[in-house]
Every structure is written in C-alpha cells, then in structure tokens.
C-alpha cells in the first residue's frame, strides 16, 4: 500500500505524535510512505533565510527499520506570505506525488494543505482520510484566520472519504462540523507497553539530577506551550519552601522554557529541574523517575478542550497516577477512578501532589492507571487503522470498477 500523508508540522524536530507512530509502524509491516511536512518552527531559526528549496529526508523517530521518506517543499520565510507560498508549494507536490508516487490513499493532519490534498484526491478518486489529533484552527493566534481555519476543516470533511479521530470528545467535534457520523472512527491513542514497562528503573535519572530517595517528583514532558500551566505550577512551588522534598521536573523545551529559567534563577528554586529535549528513547527511564505525571495545562484553553495527548497514555502505561486540570477531552476518555486525578486549575497540582502522598494513595492510583491504558496496545491500533485503509481502497477501486463499467 502506498499512503501519502500531508502536515503542516515539522515531521522532522516536533516529538514522536500518533502519526509518527502510526506510520513507522505502518512501513514496519511493508507498506510505502511519503509525507510532506512544514517547517513550522522557521521564526526561531537565529539565521534565517528569504526562501527555501525543497528537501527530500529518509527518517525515522521510533523504529530504525520504519523509515519513512519526508518531502519538504520551498517555502517563503516571511510572515503571512510563508502560509500564502505554502499553498502554492505543497499543491504542486501534492499534484506531482500523484504523478509520481500513485498513492493508494492521502491522510490530512492538517488545515491548508489537507484542504488541497482533499481536492485533489476527490478529482482523482483516491480515498481521503481526515485525521484528527488536534482541533488545529485553535492554534491560530489571529481569531479572523481560525473562522478561516475552521471554514477550510469543514470543506475538507465534506471531501473525506473517511475521518478518524484520537478520542470521543473530537469524534463529536467533527461529526458537529459535518462530519458524517457513520464514516467517523475514533481511533485511541497507541502505547507500547513493552517499551513504556512500569518495571524500568528511573534511579539513574534522579541520581544524575540530584534527586533523594525521598523526595516526591512530579513530572512534564513535551512541547512548553504558554497555556502549559507549568509557569503556575512553579510559582506555587516556589512559595512552599517547606517542602523541599517536592521536585518538578521538567522534560522538553518550547514556548515559556526561557520563563522557567527565569523563575528558577528569581526565586533560587533548585527543586525545578529543566532538562530541554530529551532523546525519545530515554522518555520512559525519565517517567520511570518520577511520582506523580502531571497535564495542569489551562482549563478554559480552547485548543485543550476536545484533545488526550499522547503522554497520557505513555504517563499511565510506566505505572504512575497523573493530575490533570479537569480537561472536557481527558474526563470523557479516562472517568473517574483510572488513575487520574483532576484539580480545578494549575496552581492546585502541588496541594493535590501532597494530598497523595499524605494518604499513601500513589501505588494504589498507578496500578489503576496501568489497568486501564492495557487494552491502548499499539499493535491493536495499528491494526485497526489499517483495516479502515484496506477496506476503503478497496471500496474505491469497486467503485471505480463500476463507473468504469457503466462507462
């Protein structure tokens, strides 16, 4: 099977996301993959260049052997008219992985691009599926360009020949902007429970950082968005000199990791540990290390309202309870009493961290957690997606068959 996927992220620097997983997975098992991707962090670049020519990368992040081949197109690097040549760009590669690639079928994980993918797949009769992680026009600071953004999902549902969603509460959110309801899947989250194995022992980790045996560590890992909560969760930390023994530890970088410094080095908080980007392989050593996982991010922040993140998952799958803000998206997949907690806002995370420990509840909260993600085996998920693949290529080479006929 060849599958071309079309993003409007980098592919190459974000970290390890369903997609990635999925389709490593996928070449793993002999199918062919092309992805075209964006250079979406370009403004952070210290030297940055007018224009760039395309690039062609044979990558893996997970699986050596699952190497896929990512396309880049040229760009131009000025703001507003980077989106604006995107659209040119990636409709001519698009057009020409048709050409030359023949795929079986196009997956979007976009807004722009698979808007274009969709159009042009229908013109062709080549399935589309709309997969959905995120809700992605929520990501667009101007308000004006995310009515515009969520303008173009809806079209592009309307072009799908299949949507497929990580949770229920995105399910609900397509199926809302027209999604048809018997052509939507939710498709949870995948989780490698050999490699994620709550046996791993996190020692090294707290040794290398300076971590007792006695101290409780709380733990974040991924992209530090401003709407993290991490900066609250901090800042409460830093009023409680009392509790040294408290540590939060941090893995990745991104939006407020300069804030972070910032808050360290102002309130001589040393029980705030910044490791930056972590290689992946090292992730479960680090979750391994802690107590506690955390997802305080804003309650009332609109992108995390209908989304689970991968984490989760990974958090649940090492054994460890996890306190969350009472997120719509998190609440409906995971209830109550599976290992997670949810506090109100950011700055109740630390109270709540107390209240665990104090009751001795931790071990008691991570073999619930562990229970419930068992069934999340990616295999199963690779499986079932693959399913959905098979049968609506071939429902579309029936169909082309007969319009051939009728022809």
């Given amino acids: 099977m060849k599958i071309l996927v079309v993003q409007e992220s980098d592919w190459l620097k974000r970290n390890p996301h369903q997609q990635h997983h999925l389709m490593e997975r996928l070449a793993l098992r002999g199918h062919e993959i092309r992805v075209i991707d964006y250079d979406i962090d370009w403004r952070k670049e210290k030297q940055k260049r007018v224009f760039t020519t395309r690039k062609i990368f044979s990558v893996h992040k997970i699986f050596p052997e699952g190497k896929v081949q990512v396309i880049r197109p040229g760009t131009l690097k000025i ?20 050409k030359e690639f023949k795929p079986d079928v196009i997956i979007g994980f976009g807004i722009l691009n698979s808007y274009i993918a969709s159009k042009i797949a229908k013109r062709n009769n080549i399935p589309f599926i709309y997969y959905w992680i995120d809700v992605l026009h929520t990501l667009i600071p101007m308000k004006f360009f995310q009515f515009f953004g969520e303008y173009l999902e809806k079209l592009t549902i309307k072009n799908s020949s299949y949507v497929v969603t990580i949770n229920k509460k995105l399910a609900e959110f397509v199926i809302n902007l027209g999604a048809d309801e018997e052509k939507t899947k939710v498709i949870g989250a995948g989780i490698d429970l050999k490699k994620f ?14 971590i007792s045996k006695d101290d409780v560590v709380l733990f974040f890992m991924g992209w530090l968005y401003h709407f993290s909560g991490l900066k609250e969760v901090a800042l409460e930390l830093a009023k409680m000199r009392d509790r040294s023994n408290i540590k939060l530890l941090i893995v990745g970088d991104g939006d407020v990791f300069g804030d972070l410094k910032r808050i360290r080095e102002k309130y001589n908080l040393s029980q705030l540990i910044l490791t930056g980007r972590q290689p992946y392989d090292k992730i479960p050593e680090f979750i391994a290390a802690s107590d506690i996982c955390l997802l305080p991010a804003y309650p009332n922040e609109e ?3 209908d989304i689970v993140p991968i984490k989760m998952y990974e958090y649940m799958a090492m054994e460890k309870p996890v306190i969350t803000t009472a997120l719509p998206g998190i609440m409906k997949e995971f209830g109550e009493d599976n290992g997670v907690i949810y506090v109100d806002k950011p700055e109740d995370v630390i109270y709540k961290a107390i209240e665990m420990v104090e009751d001795g509840r931790l071990k008691e909260e991570g073999m619930k957690a562990r229970k419930f993600i ?27 068959k007969l319009m051939g006929e009728y022809i």
């Fill in 374 to 400: 068992e069934e999340y085996d990616w295999g199963n998920v690779v499986d079932e997606f693959e399913e959905i693949l098979e049968e609506i290529i071939q429902v579309d080479d029936y169909t082309k």
């Fill in 197 to 210: 194995d709550s046996k791993i022992n996190g020692s090294k980790i707290r040794e290398a950082y300076g």
């Fill in 79 to 98: 703001p507003v008219l980077d989106y604006l040549s995107l659209l040119f760009s990636h409709r001519k590669e698009i057009k020409k992985q048709m």
């Fill in 303 to 305: 992108i995390m309202q």
